[in-house]
T-cell receptor, first 111, second 115 residues
Framework: QQPVQSPQAVILREGEDAVINCSSS?????VHWYRQKHGEAPVFLMI?????EQKGHEKISASFNEKKQQSSLYLTASQLSYSGTYFC????????????FGQGTELSVKP | DAGVIQSPRHEVTEMGQEVTLRCKPI?????LFWYRQTMMRGLELLIY????????DSGMPEDRFSAKMPNASFSTLKIQPSEPRDSAVYFC?????????????FGPGTRLTVL
């Protein structure tokens, strides 16, 4: 049931763009995105709900394709501060809001 | 608000010993979650509470693990007896509103090492 994230790791130069994908084998009710810097706690980025509602930080962009059971996180004009591990958390139907997190995508932004 | 508070931040113990991890959620939050993070298994939900009542404990590994929330401002996760495979970072998180519809605020975590 764990969602699959791709790529596992990506290295960018400042200003470059990246897309991180999250796929599930089961129908999703919502997808949550978090970023974790080394040695720190995960920090909320965005929630994407069935039906198109989104909650999150204005500078973050993401999509949720319910039919394909996929979500993508778009990082544009990357900054050094974007470095970290990105996790998607998926909520299945009838799971009472319980999240199952993917293995993470490690993003490194270089000067 | 100080955010979610966890203690201790680091714990080193020997196999067979009892370990108690503590969490103080953000005031006013209805939900409290306990997660475990390891390289092998990633970030796993162990248990979560709503208004101090355990809702889903299906992620609790085995009977050696137990969690309580005696009041709205305090929760514990206990491991007895501890084993080396329990070594991990344990996060507590809290959220307000409908579970799954609002962000979770994570505490700094407790890094547990069982020798």
């Amino acid at each position: 049931q764990q969602p699959v994230q791709s790529p596992q790791a990506v290295i960018l130069r400042e200003g470059e763009d990246a897309v991180i994908n999250c796929s599930s084998s089961k129908a999703l009710y919502s997808v949550h995105w978090y970023r974790q810097k080394h040695g720190e706690a995960p920090v909320f980025l965005m929630i994407l709900l069935k039906g198109g509602e989104q909650k999150g930080h204005e500078k973050i962009s993401a999509s949720f394709n319910e039919k394909k059971q996929q979500s993508s996180l778009y990082l544009t004009a990357s900054q050094l501060s974007y470095s970290g591990t990105y996790f998607c958390g998926t909520e299945l139907y009838n799971q009472g809001g319980k999240l199952i997190f993917g293995q993470g995508t490690e993003l490194s932004v270089k000067p | 608000d100080a955010g979610v508070i966890q203690s201790p931040r680091h714990e080193v113990t020997e196999m067979g010993q009892e370990v108690t991890l503590r969490c103080k959620p953000i005031s006013g939050h209805d939900y409290l979650f306990w997660y475990r993070q390891t390289m092998m298994r990633g970030l796993e939900l162990l248990i979560y509470f709503n208004n101090n009542v355990p809702i889903d404990d299906s992620g609790m590994p085995e009977d050696r693990f137990s969690a309580k929330m005696p009041n709205a401002s305090f929760s514990t996760l206990k491991i007895q007896p501890s084993e080396p495979r329990d070594s991990a970072v344990y996060f507590c998180a809290s959220s307000y509103g409908v579970v799954g519809r609002d962000e979770q605020f994570f505490g700094p975590g407790t890094r547990l090492t069982v020798l």
